[in-house]
């Protein structure tokens, strides 16, 4: 049964480099003999440059991909999984029975609807032509270190932030590490971002930063269809849908729950549902250190949960603003923590794991640092 599961995954995740659909029949990712130390499973960290992606294996189960395929505008995590193996992300292409909207919805991503007037959040391939000049893309450069390990496994990858005009705006390096136990897994997000010759701003805008989009039935109900409109007034209608499978909930640390998370602070924001019957939290975790901590939450009852610093005016209804900048050669880092459980969490368990994360020793790479003083 636990064979097949993981097949199963491994068939539904596949995103083929340049293909618009995933494909069935992937080989299972190979896997390597790593001693285990309790609580904590071996992660093997399994670059596959020929499809584009990096696997991350803890225990025997496929946890996620890192895929940067020619398809999608940015690189992503894809699909993310419970302990048990059991896909907690919207399928890209959305399947039947889940919402099709916002296409640039895929797995866990990183990116900012306004960069010196680009808009890199709505990039997608469904860009109708009249908009692609205001659109930019990140592109993967290279994986700089893939590290398995006994209780742990470390990804660092560079990418660059491209305009339209395919000029670089912006230098990135990314550390992800991942760990799991027998209930739970985990992402380390230390991102750097790098100004090259010239400054560069983030205007407050509301889509940003950190963002994943949920498995259907980790949606909150939906009673009426919505419309929702991007920064650049570009307007989404979101369908009421039958909500029979729907159990989703926000809840964040300042007690603010459902629907009412969105446009507000908070050091952490968990979602609690059920997925094929079986109960899961994630929690995305702010850090002290991040600009525009505590994060505001861009959290969307339809099935978008993302943290969103930089977007002060816009999630604030114009009380406070941010636009934050960079300086030639100058750099930011942004760290956060997602956090899958298999159970309900409370706030306890959650305030209990921000603890951890933020009491832990953080770094960035030392290459991060030389690149930035470039």
Request: positive net charge; glycine residues 8%.
């Amino acid at each position: 049964m636990r064979a097949a599961r993981l097949t199963a995954i491994l068939a539904l995740a596949a995103l083929a480099a340049g293909a618009s659909a995933l494909s069935a029949g992937e080989t299972k990712p190979r896997l390597k003999t790593i001693a285990a130390k309790s609580p904590y499973l071996p992660v093997q960290v399994l670059p596959d440059p020929d499809r584009r992606r990096v696997d991350i294996v803890i225990g025997s189960e496929l946890f996620t991909s890192y895929r940067y395929p020619t398809n999608l505008k940015k690189p992503v995590l894809y699909p993310l999984a419970m302990a048990d193996g059991t896909v907690i992300t919207r399928n890209f292409p959305p399947r039947a029975g889940e919402r099709a909207d916002h296409p640039h919805h895929v797995g866990l991503w990183f990116n900012y609807g306004n960069v010196d007037g680009i808009d890199f959040w709505n990039n997608s391939d469904a860009i109708k032509p009249e908009d692609r000049p205001h659109m930019g893309t990140i592109e993967h450069r290279k994986v700089v270190s893939a590290k398995s390990g006994s209780d742990s496994g470390e990804l660092e990858v560079e990418t660059e932030w491209l305009g339209p005009d395919g000029k670089p705006m912006l230098n990135e390096h990314t550390r992800f590490v991942f760990r799991g136990t027998a209930d739970s897994r985990s992402v380390d997000r230390i991102t750097t971002l790098i100004a090259l010759d010239k400054r560069v701003t983030f205007p407050d805008n509301k889509e940003g930063v950190l963002g994943m989009r949920v498995a259907r039935s980790l949606e909150l109900p939906s009673k009426k269809d919505e419309t929702f409109t991007d920064s650049t007034g570009r307007a989404i209608t979101v369908a009421a849908m039958d909500n029979s499978v729907v159990t989703g909930n926000y809840l964040t640390s300042e007690g603010k729950t459902g629907d009412d998370a969105w446009g507000t602070r908070g050091r952490w924001c968990v979602l609690t549902g059920k997925v094929n019957q079986e109960p899961v939290s994630i929690a995305i975790l702010d850090h002290p250190q991040n600009p525009g901590y505590p994060t505001y939450w861009h959290a969307r009852g339809y099935g978008l949960f993302a943290a969103n610093p930089l977007g002060q005016s816009a999630l604030s209804d114009g009380k406070e603003t941010l636009n934050f900048a960079l300086d030639p050669h100058q750099s930011v880092t942004f760290r956060h923590r997602i956090l899958i459980l298999s159970k309900t969490a409370t706030a306890g368990d959650v305030e209990k794991a921000w603890m951890e994360f933020t009491t832990a020793r953080q770094s960035t790479s030392p290459k991060t640092v030389k690149a930035a003083k470039k």
